[in-house]
């Protein structure tokens, strides 16, 4: 029988999952058929992740060959669900302009003309105060009436502007699909003034579209002479400090053996392989969006070798999909190498492996005590398991992925939850994240470490892309949920009893 207190945790997991699937059902419906249609890819998704882990934590274990068949099922329903989704899609728009064609006529007249009107009102009646703003605008006087010259009634009706840092703010009303309207103005800006501003389209504070235009030379600038002398230091320090962990697991200080260094190579090359391919995956999706990285800074720790880089933008993304894609592309391509490497350590361990861990090593996280139980079985209930050298490194590398993918800051959580949920969630999930690192670091001081990592180096949130408006889809959102969900897994650890009753220790709850 569970404990009073595991029969709490389990019902606040179970009640915290269905929050999440209702809150997704609660934004999904307003958009009828295509918003459930998206809403149930999500669950697709999810759900064989959700099941594994709620059988596991009532004591019921699945094999690998149910898990990659729960996970095709899934992976085909989410297809499928796709395809009807496209279908749905085409036929609304074909409706939309079948509506268009037989009502645009009769209704265009009118609006137009009252549109036009206000425009010219707002030309030719501006109040005083408005004149003596425009003259402290830094953009000089005919730029900005250049600027004003691309907004329109079919694409943002602009009807104050005010000053903003070197640039300007243009209030007013959005007229059409974000994405399109900023495409469409961005075209006329660059026409008309070249590569001189950029047009920001973000949310004021009452939640409505805005423009911002700031000069370019507010851009991003390339990394400084000092700044690529300093990643490269951190980037061999690093290397030291996976070598420093890898002695440290070989059960040797390493600076006090240094004769012994080629034995901590195997372990260091495979810690460094998984930050390689964390790296790799950003510099890809970069790449494939036109967008330049600075060097990554690596943070050293001799406790797991390293923290994982800092990586800053050195171009202004496009829009939140840009962000999004960028962001999880390192943490999947470190994350699916390390977790490569835990089932492979996993099924190469035997009797007389490299390691011999304490059965209560796997109680550490849910993700890795399950599958361990699923590919070790009866070996876990020894005291001590003997497991291959990959093990390890998968752990680890697993671990540094999931601290990277903590929502918070400029961390790669803390943009993803950026680009799916916007900047008010994203500095609330900040805030929440910090209070929990200081409450964890009370007894575990790799919290507190990586607490002020956070607070020194990654708090700020990432600066607005040239788009903030439009959101990302569905399909984003649910890998951003899934990508949460594995990294809370990997730093949960399992309850003594539970684990004991899973058969993960020797004699434990029994």
């Known amino acids: 029988m569970f404990t009073g207190s595991e029969t709490s945790v389990i019902a606040l997991i179970l009640l915290a999952t269905f929050g999440i699937l209702g809150w997704g059902l609660y934004r999904a419906k307003p958009f009828g058929k295509l918003g459930i249609l998206a809403w149930l890819q999500s669950v697709a998704l999810m759900t064989p992740w959700l099941l594994f882990f709620g059988l596991f934590a009532i004591g019921i274990y699945l094999n690998l060959v149910s898990i990659i068949l729960m996970l095709v099922v899934s992976a085909g329903l989410y297809i499928y669900l796709g395809r009807l989704l496209r279908k749905a899609g085409k036929d609304i728009i074909q409706q939309e302009r079948a509506s268009k064609m037989a009502n645009g006529d009769r209704e265009a007249s009118p609006t137009e003309e009252?549109?036009?009107?206000?425009?010219?009102?707002?030309?030719?009646?501006?109040?005083?105060?408005?004149?003596?703003?425009?003259?402290?605008?830094?953009?000089?006087?005919?730029?900005?009436?250049?600027?004003?010259?691309?907004?329109?009634?079919?694409?943002?009706?602009?009807?104050?502007?005010?000053?903003?840092?070197?640039?300007?703010?243009?209030?007013?009303?959005?007229?059409?699909?974000?994405?399109?309207?900023?495409?469409?103005?961005?075209?006329?800006?660059?026409?008309?003034?070249?590569?001189?501003?950029?047009?920001?389209?973000?949310?004021?504070?009452?939640?409505?579209?805005?423009?911002?235009?700031?000069?370019?030379?507010?851009?991003?600038?390339?990394?400084?002479?000092?700044?690529?002398?300093?990643?490269?230091?951190?980037?061999?320090?690093?290397?030291?400090?996976?070598?420093?962990?890898?002695?440290?697991?070989?059960?040797?200080?390493?600076?006090?053996?240094?004769?012994?260094?080629?034995?901590?190579?195997?372990?260091?090359?495979?810690?460094?392989?998984?930050?390689?391919?964390?790296?790799?995956?950003?510099?890809?999706?970069?790449?494939?969006?036109?967008?330049?990285?600075?060097?990554?800074?690596?943070?050293?720790?001799?406790?797991?070798?390293?923290?994982?880089?800092?990586?800053?933008?050195?171009?202004?993304?496009?829009?939140?999909?840009?962000?999004?894609?960028?962001?999880?592309?390192?943490?999947?391509?470190?994350?699916?190498?390390?977790?490569?490497?835990?089932?492979?350590?996993?099924?190469?361990?035997?009797?007389?492996?490299?390691?011999?861990?304490?059965?209560?090593?796997?109680?550490?996280?849910?993700?890795?005590?399950?599958?361990?139980?699923?590919?070790?079985?009866?070996?876990?209930?020894?005291?001590?398991?003997?497991?291959?050298p990959l093990t390890i490194i998968g752990w680890l590398g697993l671990v540094i992925t999931a601290l990277n993918l903590m929502p918070a800051g400029q961390l790669d959580g803390g943009r993803i939850v950026m680009a799916i949920y916007g900047r008010k969630v994203a500095g609330r999930t900040t805030i929440a994240t910090l209070i929990l690192l200081a409450l964890v670091s009370l007894g575990n001081p790799l919290a507190m470490y990586w607490a002020i990592v956070i607070v020194f180096l990654q708090r700020d949130l990432e600066r607005p892309s040239l788009n903030e408006i439009t959101e990302p889809d569905d399909a984003r959102a649910a890998l951003a949920l899934l990508a949460l969900f594995l990294a809370l897994a990997t730093l949960i650890p399992l309850s003594p009893g539970l684990a004991g009753r899973l058969g993960i220790g020797v004699n434990n709850g029994f």
Not at 181 to 195: C, F, I, K, M, P
Not at 307 to 326: H, K
Not at 334 to 350: A, K, T
């Open 114 to 388: 009252t549109a036009r009107s206000a425009q010219a009102a707002n030309e030719t009646a501006k109040p005083e105060s408005a004149q003596l703003k425009m003259e402290m605008i830094p953009i000089p006087q005919e730029d900005l009436k250049t600027i004003q010259g691309i907004f329109g009634i079919d694409t943002y009706f602009a009807t104050e502007t005010i000053p903003y840092q070197e640039g300007a703010v243009f209030k007013g009303n959005l007229r059409g699909e974000a994405q399109a309207v900023h495409t469409r103005l961005s075209a006329a800006l660059q026409e008309r003034l070249g590569d001189r501003y950029r047009l920001f389209l973000i949310e004021n504070p009452e939640g409505k579209p805005t423009v911002v235009i700031l000069p370019s030379r507010n851009d991003p600038k390339p990394a400084s002479l000092n700044q690529k002398i300093l990643a490269i230091v951190l980037m061999v320090a690093t290397i030291a400090t996976c070598l420093s962990t890898s002695g440290m697991l070989l059960g040797f200080d390493l600076y006090q053996n240094l004769s012994r260094v080629t034995e901590t190579l195997p372990l260091a090359v495979g810690i460094i392989a998984v930050l390689a391919a964390h790296e790799i995956g950003h510099w890809l999706l970069a790449r494939r969006h036109q967008i330049r990285l600075s060097l990554p800074y690596f943070l050293p720790t001799l406790q797991i070798g390293s923290f994982g880089a800092i990586t800053r933008f050195e171009s202004i993304l496009l829009n939140r999909n840009v962000l999004f894609d960028i962001s999880l592309a390192g943490p999947a391509a470190g994350g699916i190498v390390s977790l490569l490497m835990l089932i492979g350590g996993l099924l190469l361990s035997h009797q007389g492996s490299l390691f011999q861990v304490p059965a209560e090593f796997f109680q550490g996280s849910i993700l890795v005590g399950t599958l361990a139980r699923v590919v070790l079985g009866s070996a876990l209930q020894q005291s001590l398991v003997d497991v291959h």
